[in-house]
């Protein structure tokens, strides 16, 4: 049983028999009164936000978990293929569960899967991924005074800002969290 102290982002509970992540939590001290905890949590299985206040002695049950590597195989229309990285096992994630983050999977793209109960519930993308840039118009001189930016195309399809300076066929480092350009690998060959 995890504790207010103990209670942080990250960790994943149960609450009413489904695992929960916690996204924000917050410590409020009232004056005389003992301290509260307020969290932001998310259902692993639906994605539903839920707010939950815990009170002084309150505790929550750690959510029986397990985190597994996985290798990304292919995409249909439905649902994104993985293979389990110790039993060679092929198991499918429907799309709508990945959040929007099937745009940055690309073939043997090594990833986390979490398991409740012995099913994947959730897959986490390495938080920074590198790919090659697929298209990119001409950066175009001009008014360059600030952080200009460009629409390119990776290869895996997904769209995302950059500077001027990247070009079709460069190797670019993304972070999948927030869906930005980090930094360019290389020169254009």
């Known amino acids: 049983m995890l504790t207010l102290n103990e209670i942080k982002p990250g960790k994943v509970i149960n609450v009413n028999g489904e695992p929960y992540t916690i996204i924000r939590a917050d410590h409020h001290k009232m004056g005389r009164g003992g301290a509260v905890l307020k969290t932001k949590l998310r259902n692993l299985i639906t994605g539903a936000v839920l707010e939950k206040t815990w009170q002084g ?46 745009k940055f999977l690309k073939d043997g793209l090594e990833v986390d899967v979490l398991y409740f109960q012995g099913r994947p519930v ?18 175009v001189r001009g008014n360059t005074a600030g952080n200009v930016m460009k629409q390119i195309e990776l290869e895996t399809g997904a769209k995302i800002n950059a500077p001027l300076f990247i070009n079709e066929g460069d190797i670019v480092r993304v972070n999948t969290d927030t869906e930005e350009y980090v930094e360019r690998i290389n020169e254009s060959k």
């Open 57 to 102: 002695n309150d505790r929550a049950e750690e959510a029986d978990v397990e985190k597994r590597k996985a290798t990304f195989m292919y995409l249909d229309s439905q649902f994104a293929n993985f293979m389990d990285s110790e039993t060679y096992e092929q198991f499918a994630v429907n799309l709508e569960d990945l959040g929007g983050k099937e």
């Open 122 to 139: 959730t897959v986490e993308l390495p938080i920074k991924v590198e790919y090659k840039v697929t298209q990119a118009p001409p950066g």
